[in-house]
């Protein structure tokens, strides 16, 4: 199962960029885990996206639930989880 994993942001972006270089470190971790495929915050700057591997429901909740945004109160997350029957090679 994958997962799109939707932040929004709860906080003013001013207060949201106080936790961002703890994020992208727990992000880049991700990244480099090939945990995480995507991420990148929306045009609107309202949020952002991560698109996550092959991972149970459970994992995917439980990664979110480490990310620091959440910890320091400035973002939450809604997962949307999909099967991926089409995908490209290597994923």
Do not use: C
């Amino acid at each position: 199962m994958f997962h799109v994993l939707n932040i929004t942001y709860i906080q003013p972006l001013d207060v949201v960029d106080q936790s961002r270089p703890a994020h992208l470190e727990w992000l880049g971790k991700l990244v480099d885990e090939r945990r995480i495929l995507l991420a990148g915050r929306l045009e609107s700057q309202g949020g952002a996206v991560l698109i996550a591997s092959d991972m149970s429901a459970e994992e995917a909740d439980a990664l979110t639930a480490s990310d620091p945004y959440v910890h320091a109160g400035v973002a939450s997350y809604e997962r949307v989880s999909f099967n991926a029957g089409f995908r490209a090679a290597g994923l």
